[in-house]
């Protein structure tokens, strides 16, 4: 390897280092160190705790994330195809119709499930149920 090449990366990083170390020295030196009463507590923006910071949440919640992600990258990787589009003719076009109607048929059968209904379902009464 090239010592031209290596030297100044090696100088860098010896600067980063040296900069963190000063810095969580300087930190530990200068700052406070008192233990009260209320050091352990959590702290809400001033106001009193209300009740436990593990909320649970709908698995709605979840899948609506998951959705999010899937049909974001989806329009990453139209918006990496867009610029090569005259480039790749007509068989890149093709492709990218084809991966459209696969997301199209995709969301469609999401939205056929109910996957993206919010809406809380009630109990409906079943032959079986004697309603």
Do not use: C
């Not at 999010?68 to 119709?97: H, N």
């Amino acid at each position: 390897m090239n010592t031209q090449v290596v030297w100044p990366l090696a100088v860098y990083g010896a600067l980063v280092l040296g900069l963190v170390a000063f810095m969580m020295g300087a930190s530990w030196l200068l700052g406070q160190r008192t233990k009260g009463k209320v050091t352990g507590e959590p702290y809400e923006s001033g106001m009193p705790l209300t009740g436990s910071a593990h909320v649970r949440l709908s698995a709605h919640y979840y899948l609506i994330g998951m959705f999010f992600v899937v049909f974001d990258l989806e329009t990453i990787f139209l918006l990496a195809w867009a610029p090569a589009a005259r480039e790749l003719g007509g068989s890149g076009y093709l492709e990218m119709v084809i991966f459209l109607v696969m997301q199209a048929l995709a969301l469609g059968y999401l939205w056929r499930i109910g996957a993206l209904d919010w809406a809380l379902r009630r109990h409906r009464p079943t032959p079986k149920d004697g309603a």
